[in-house]
C-alpha cells in the first residue's frame, strides 16, 4: 500500500503528470524536460525526483547523458487498485437502478387530463 501512496501523491501535480506524458512518448533528459515548461532546471529535477522515489520513472544512461524512462508497474497497480472500486460501484449502481425499476412498475400510472 506504500507504493499505492507514492503513486497517488506523485500524481497528484499536475507538473508532474505532465512530466509523466511527455516521457510515455520517449525518454527524456532533465534539459529536454525543462524546454515545455516555464520552471528551472533545480525545480524540474525535484518533481524528477519525487517521481523516481515513487517508482514512476528511472534514470538511464547513453553516452553522457541520463534520460528519464516512464515506468509502467506503479501506474498499473493504481488502475487495478482503482478497477476493483469501480466494478463494486458499478454492481451498486445496477442494484440501485433495478430497484428504482421495481418502484416506477408499483406506482399506479397516472391518467392525462385533456
Known amino acids: 500500500m506504500q507504493t499505492l501512496d507514492a503513486t497517488f501523491s506523485a500524481l497528484a501535480d499536475p507538473t508532474r503528470r505532465a ?8 525518454d527524456l533528459t532533465v534539459m ?17 525526483k519525487i517521481l523516481e522515489e515513487a517508482g514512476l520513472i528511472i534514470a538511464t544512461k547513453r553516452a553522457q547523458e541520463r ?6 508497474a506503479p501506474l498499473k497497480e493504481a488502475v487495478d487498485w482503482m478497477e476493483k472500486y469501480r466494478q ?13 425499476e421495481e418502484l416506477q412498475k408499483m406506482q399506479p400510472k397516472r391518467v392525462r387530463k385533456k
Open 88 to 100: 463494486m460501484w458499478e454492481k451498486r449502481y445496477q442494484t440501485l437502478d433495478g430497484l428504482l
Open 67 to 72: 534520460p528519464r524512462r516512464l515506468q509502467t
Open 32 to 48: 529536454e524536460l525543462t524546454k515545455p515548461f516555464r520552471m528551472s532546471q533545480p525545480a524540474i529535477s525535484k518533481h524528477l
Open 19 to 26: 512530466i509523466l506524458m511527455h516521457l510515455a512518448k520517449k
